[in-house]
C-alpha cells in the first residue's frame, strides 16, 4: 500500500473544512496498474477518487517529470469542490465521472476500475478528442471543464513548476539560453 | 475624537494619503476618514508571498461569485483573481445605477489605502498641450493652470513616491525624477528601434513604474525597499517595492504624531455652516452600526475619488446650496470622462529568437499620444497613446482547453515560443457636459444613501478616433518589424463602458469661471473657500496618460496652498 500524502500546502485551498493533514490512502491493483482509493475524500467518495486520480493521471502521466498523481491534483479537487466549486460544476462532475462509467460499462461489459490500463487510455483519449469535436453536448461541457480544473491544478502546483522563483529580484529582458539557466540554477537575480 | 481639526481628508488612497501627508507633516492635527476597514502595511491580507500552490483555491474565485452574481463589473479581470479578491469592492453590495443601454463600469476598493493598493502603477506626466487643450478646441472648461504650474510639484511627487523610468526627452511626456528604469526585453528593443528609424513622432518607450529601483533614504526611513521584480503588486508588497498610502504617504503622515485615522466611516455629507459661509466639517455613518456622526474642521479635503467626491457634493444638501455644495455652477457631476480603449493589436517579432526574459517586469511599455495636432485629414481632435508589451516570449502553453491528452501532450507544454508585442489604444475622451453623475431619486444602498446615477458615453469623435488608432497600430507594427498582426477593432455600435480603463474623472472641473466650473486653480471651491477637491473629480480634461500623477501633483499643491492659508488664518 501507498500512501499519497497531501501536503499542508494542499490542503490551503480547503482551511476551513480540514484540521489536520490528511491522506489518500491507496492500493496498486498491479495486474491493471490502478491506484485504488481506499477511503472517502472531503467531497469525492473513494470510488469517485480512484477514477479521477485515474484519469488525471492518464492525461498527464509521471514522465521524466513528476504527473498529475505526483502533484496531487485530485487531492486539491477534491477540497477545492467545498471551496472553489459551485452548484453547476459539481453537478457536471458528477455527471461526468456518472458518464465514464456508463461507457467502460457499455464498452468493455466491465467497471471502469477493472479494466485494463491501455483500454482506459483508450476511453479517456477517445472521450478527449469528441469533447472537443463536438462541444455541444452535456457530457462534452463536463469533461472539458474537468479536464480543464485538472490542467489548472497541476500546472499551478510546485511539483510543476520546478524553476519558479518567487522573488527574482529583478528583470532581464534580453538572456540568452545559458544565461537564463545559469540564474534559473542560482534562484535569484544574483 | 471630539476635537476640531485643522483639516479633514476624506479617503485614505492615493490622493488622501497625500493630503493626510503633506498636512501632517506641515504640523496640522489631520483626520483622515476611510470608508472601508483597516488594512495594515505587511499584514495577513497581503498575499504576495504565496507561490501558485499556496493560493487558495490555486488563485480560482470562488464559483459562488458567478452563481450570486456578486463583482460582476470586474469578474473575469486579469487583475481580479483570489490573491487580491480582498482589495476589490462587491458591485452587488455597493450598487451604482445607470441607463440599461449605457452600463457604467466603476471598479473600487473600499479600504484604507484605497486604489494605491491595486493600481498599475504607471505614472505618466502631462505636457503642456494636454492642459492647453480644452481651451484650443474648446471642449470642456479651459484649465486654469498649465504645466507650468505643475512640473515642480510632479518632481514633489515623484522624488517622494520613486518613479523608474527612462528620461526620453519627449515634450508630450515631460521627464521627471526618475530612478534607474526598467529594462526593455529584446523584442521591444527591436519595434523601438524600428520606430526611431521611420517616425519622428512614434516612440516605443518603457513604461514610468511607481515601483522603486534606487530607494533613496527617505524612502528606506519609510521601511520601503527595492522592487523585486515579481509583479505581484496588487496582492500588496511586503517589500514597499511599489508606491501605496500603506507604504508610503500614510506611514510618513503617522509619523509625525499629527495623524488621527478613522476607518468603517462613510462620509455622507460635508456640513455648511450658513452663518460663515464655509464648511464646518463632516457628517459620516458608520459601516458596522449605521450611526450618524460629525466631525469638525477648518478645512476639508475631499479625497474619496472622482465619483464619490461628486457623491458627497451632491449629498450635502442646505439652504444656500440645495442641489449640493459647492454647486452654483449646477456643474457638479457633470463633464464625467475616462480613458477608452476599442483596438488591441498583436504580432510576432522575429529575430529575437535565441533571446529570453528573466523576472516578472512590474511596468509595459508605451507608446505616447502623436496626434495632439489635427493632421494627416483625420476626423477628430485630441488623440490617443497605446499600452503595450512583450516583456516575455509566449510559451506553446498547456492542452487545458484543446485536444490532447497524455505524455507527449505534456512534454510539448509551456515550451517557449514566439516573441508577441501587444499594443492597447488608450483614447482622451472628450469633455462631454452631458455625459454626468447624479443622486438617483428613490435608489439608496444599505447605509440610506441615493446611489449615484452615471450616465455616459463615447461619441462620434471617440469613434472615429478607434477607427484611426487601428490602422495607425497596424503600421506602427509593421513598421517596428513585427509579423503575423492581428487587429482587434472594437465596432462602433458596440457600448464601450465607461469606467473600464479605471481612470475615471471630471465631475467638479477646475476653472476660472465660477459661473461653468466648481474649483478654482488651486482645486478650491469657488463658492466654499475652506472646500478642495483634489481626487480626480477636479480635472477638466483627460489627456491619454494615466492620470494619478497628475491627481498627486494637485493634491499636494493644493495642500500646500490651503496650508498657507491656514497658517495666515484666511480660510
Ligand atoms: C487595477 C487598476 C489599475 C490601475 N492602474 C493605474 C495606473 O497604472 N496608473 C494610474 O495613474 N492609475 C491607475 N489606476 C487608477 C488609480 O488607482 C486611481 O486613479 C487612483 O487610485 C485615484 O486616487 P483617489 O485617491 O482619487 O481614489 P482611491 O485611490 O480610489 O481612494 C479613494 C478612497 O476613498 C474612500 N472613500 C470613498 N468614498 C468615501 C466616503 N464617502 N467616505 C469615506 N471614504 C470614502 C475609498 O474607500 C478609498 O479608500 C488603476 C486602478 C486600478 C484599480
Not at chain 1, 471543464?145 to 529583478?170: C, M, Q, R
Not at chain 2, 501627508?21 to 489631520?30: M, N, V
Not at chain 2, 450618524?292 to 472622482?306: I, P
Request: charged content about 25%; some cysteine; hydrophobic content about 35%.
Amino acid at each position: 500500500m501507498s500512501e499519497i500524502k497531501i501536503s499542508r500546502r494542499v490542503l490551503i485551498g480547503s482551511m476551513a473544512y480540514l484540521v489536520t493533514a490528511c491522506a489518500l490512502p491507496t492500493s496498486e491493483i498491479k495486474s491493471i496498474q490502478l491506484q485504488k482509493v481506499k477511503l472517502d475524500g472531503q467531497y469525492f467518495n473513494a470510488q469517485q477518487l480512484t477514477l479521477l486520480t485515474d484519469v488525471a493521471e492518464i492525461m498527464i502521466p509521471k514522465t521524466n517529470t513528476p504527473g498529475a498523481t505526483d502533484a496531487n491534483v485530485i487531492a486539491v479537487l477534491d477540497a477545492m469542490m467545498l471551496t472553489w466549486a459551485g452548484k453547476k460544476t459539481k453537478q457536471q462532475f458528477n455527471f461526468c465521472i456518472n458518464q465514464i462509467s456508463q461507457i467502460a460499462k457499455n464498452t468493455f461489459s466491465a467497471y471502469y476500475t477493472e479494466i485494463t490500463l491501455s483500454d482506459r487510455r483508450a476511453l479517456i483519449e477517445q472521450l478527449d478528442a469528441n469533447s472537443f469535436a463536438q462541444t455541444d453536448t452535456e457530457l462534452s461541457a463536463s469533461y472539458r471543464k474537468l479536464k480543464k480544473i485538472i490542467f489548472h491544478i497541476f500546472y499551478t502546483s510546485e511539483e510543476a513548476n520546478p524553476d519558479f522563483i518567487l522573488v527574482p529580484g529583478g528583470y532581464k529582458g534580453s538572456l540568452t539560453k545559458t544565461e537564463l539557466d545559469e540564474i534559473n540554477k542560482r534562484g535569484y537575480l544574483g | 475624537m471630539s476635537q476640531v481639526y485643522d483639516v479633514i481628508v476624506v479617503g485614505s488612497g492615493i490622493t488622501g494619503g497625500w493630503a493626510a501627508k503633506e498636512f501632517c507633516e506641515k504640523g496640522f492635527k489631520t483626520l483622515v476618514i476611510e470608508r472601508g476597514r483597516n488594512v495594515e502595511h505587511r499584514g495577513s491580507e497581503y498575499t504576495d508571498m504565496q507561490a501558485p500552490w499556496e493560493i487558495q483555491n490555486r488563485n480560482l474565485l470562488e464559483e459562488s461569485l458567478e452563481e450570486e452574481d456578486r463583482y460582476s463589473n470586474i469578474r473575469g479581470k486579469g487583475y481580479f483573481k483570489k490573491a487580491t479578491q480582498q482589495f476589490f469592492t462587491d458591485d452587488k453590495e455597493h450598487p451604482i445605477s445607470y441607463p440599461e443601454d449605457k452600463p457604467f463600469k466603476w471598479v473600487r476598493s473600499y479600504q484604507l489605502g484605497g486604489r494605491s493598493v491595486t493600481w498599475g502603477r504607471q505614472v505618466l506626466r502631462w505636457g503642456p498641450k494636454d492642459f492647453e487643450a480644452n481651451a484650443k478646441d474648446g471642449h470642456g472648461v479651459p484649465w486654469p493652470i498649465g504645466y507650468d504650474d505643475l512640473a515642480p510639484w510632479y518632481d514633489y511627487v515623484e522624488s517622494f513616491i520613486g518613479v523608474s523610468a527612462n528620461k526620453d526627452g519627449l515634450d508630450v511626456l515631460p521627464d521627471g525624477v526618475f530612478q534607474k528604469p526598467w529594462e526593455m526585453s529584446a523584442a521591444e528593443k527591436v519595434i523601438s528601434q524600428n520606430l526611431k528609424k521611420k517616425y519622428t513622432d512614434r516612440h516605443l518607450i518603457i513604461g514610468r513604474a511607481a515601483n522603486i529601483t534606487e530607494p533613496t533614504q527617505e524612502q528606506m526611513e519609510l521601511g520601503r525597499g527595492k522592487c523585486q521584480a515579481r509583479s505581484y503588486c496588487k496582492r500588496g508588497c511586503s517589500f514597499g517595492g511599489y508606491f501605496s498610502s500603506l507604504s508610503a504617504t500614510l506611514p510618513a503622515a503617522k509619523r509625525t504624531g499629527n495623524l488621527d485615522l478613522v476607518t468603517d466611516a462613510i462620509v455622507y455629507s460635508v456640513d455648511y455652516d450658513e452663518t460663515t459661509g464655509k464648511a464646518k466639517g463632516v457628517t459620516v455613518i458608520d459601516t458596522n452600526t449605521k450611526e450618524k456622526r460629525s466631525y469638525q474642521a477648518r478645512v476639508v479635503f475631499l479625497c474619496a475619488s472622482a465619483l464619490a467626491s461628486i457623491q458627497i457634493l451632491l449629498n450635502s444638501k442646505s439652504k444656500t446650496f440645495p442641489n449640493g455644495i459647492a454647486n452654483s455652477s449646477g456643474t457638479v457631476g457633470h463633464y464625467i470622462m475616462d480613458h477608452f480603449t476599442g483596438v488591441i493589436a498583436n504580432g510576432d517579432v522575429p529575430g529575437v529568437e535565441d533571446k529570453y526574459g528573466y523576472g516578472r517586469r512590474p511596468i509595459a511599455t508605451y507608446i505616447p499620444n502623436y496626434r495632439h495636432e489635427q493632421k494627416d485629414g483625420v476626423d477628430f481632435i485630441r488623440g490617443y497613446g497605446y499600452q503595450a508589451t512583450a516583456q516575455q516570449r509566449s510559451n506553446t502553453g498547456t492542452h487545458a482547453q484543446k485536444i490532447g491528452i497524455g505524455a507527449e501532450v505534456k512534454d510539448n507544454s509551456n515550451q517557449p515560443s514566439n516573441w508577441r508585442f501587444l499594443a492597447l489604444m488608450y483614447g482622451e475622451m472628450l469633455p462631454y457636459f452631458e455625459n454626468h453623475a447624479r443622486l438617483h431619486p428613490t435608489k439608496k444602498d444599505q447605509w440610506g444613501i441615493p446611489l449615484l446615477h452615471i450616465d455616459a458615453e463615447l461619441k462620434q469623435n471617440e469613434r472615429n478616433m478607434i477607427k484611426q488608432a487601428s490602422v495607425d497600430i497596424k503600421e506602427i507594427l509593421e513598421v517596428g518589424g513585427c509579423q503575423d498582426i492581428k487587429i482587434n477593432e472594437t465596432p462602433e455600435d458596440q457600448h464601450i463602458q465607461i469606467g473600464d480603463r479605471i481612470h475615471e474623472m471630471g465631475g467638479a472641473c477646475m476653472g476660472d469661471d465660477p459661473k461653468v466650473s466648481v474649483l478654482n486653480k488651486w482645486s478650491q471651491s469657488h463658492d466654499v473657500p475652506n472646500l478642495f477637491v483634489t481626487d480626480g473629480a477636479c480635472m477638466s480634461s483627460c489627456a491619454t496618460q494615466n492620470p494619478s500623477l497628475t491627481y498627486m501633483a494637485i493634491t499636494a499643491r493644493a495642500a500646500d496652498y490651503a496650508a498657507k492659508l491656514l497658517a495666515s488664518n484666511t480660510l
